[in-house]
């Protein structure tokens, strides 16, 4: 058992499927040193979630090894893996509570200070402070009296705050005001420094800073290395 995690993580021959018989991934050998922005991509359904499903244990492997710091994941008790691993997805789950409640969901024990340092790293205070209760600010149930972009900037703030080693970020697709945008770009770049990040990339620009691109197809890396290598 441990504490706080390195960030290495190293997959081997890693091979998947979630009905028997019908292989997703096959054969997945990749390796990431700590700290690394590692860029996912590949046509829909090609692998993509499915790869960092394993990574997290929402699913256990068929055959092959998913190592984190040299020791295979499974040696790990599930909750301080999980620990370890922040998840910024497109649709963020939030519940019914306040913003500040929302936040602090990724450390209980945060202090308001905390979390208001962590909504200022993430570029989320901005908007909060104009809401008309701001941190008191009640969340509806899933969100709905939210944006899509402010809902993400509350996924990065909760995610400085937990600031666990591996993170697993799902880029969005969705329009988004320029603003807001930019503000998203700030609170990713704040959140991603010094931590091991795997990222299902949209954006040229994630794919163009990235250490190491991914290139899953059908199922299969078929590409692997920086952008300049590919
Ligand atoms: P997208 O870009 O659309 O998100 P992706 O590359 O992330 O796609 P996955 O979601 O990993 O692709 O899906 C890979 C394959 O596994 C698809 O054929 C999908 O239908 C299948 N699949 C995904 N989740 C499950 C599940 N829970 N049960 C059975 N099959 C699944």
Do not use: C, W
Not at 60 to 79: A, L, Q
Not at 95 to 113: H, P, Q, V
Not at 202 to 224: F, M, P, S, Y
Request: charged share 25%.
């Amino acid at each position: 058992s441990i504490d706080v995690l390195i960030g290495d993580v190293e997959f081997s021959n890693v091979s998947f499927g979630y009905k028997e018989g019908i292989p997703i991934l096959r054969n997945i050998s990749l390796q990431a040193r700590a700290g690394q922005t590692i860029a996912i991509v590949g046509p829909t359904g090609s692998g993509k979630t499915t790869l960092l499903n394993l990574l997290t244990r929402f699913y256990e492997v068929d055959s092959g090894e998913v190592k984190i710091d040299g020791h295979n994941i499974k040696d790990y008790r599930i909750s301080d893996l999980r620990r370890n691993i922040g998840i910024v997805l497109q649709d963020t789950f939030l519940f019914s509570g306040s913003i500040m409640e929302n936040i602090r969901y990724g450390k209980l024990e945060a202090t308001d200070e905390e979390v208001i340092r962590a909504a200022k790293a993430a570029s989320a205070h901005r908007f909060i402070k104009h809401l008309p209760n701001q941190y008191d600010t009640i969340i509806t149930s899933g969100g709905n009296n939210l944006s899509q972009g402010q809902k993400q900037l509350l996924a990065i703030a909760r995610a400085i705050l937990a600031d666990s080693r591996l993170l697993i970020l799902d880029e969005a697709t969705s329009s988004i005001d320029t603003k807001t945008e930019i503000e998203i770009q700030s609170g990713l770049r704040n959140l991603m420094e010094g931590r091991t990040s795997f990222v299902i990339a949209h954006r040229l620009k994630t794919i163009e800073h990235a250490d190491l691109i991914l290139v899953i197809r059908d199922g299969e890396l078929t590409e692997k290395g920086t952008h300049e290598e590919l």
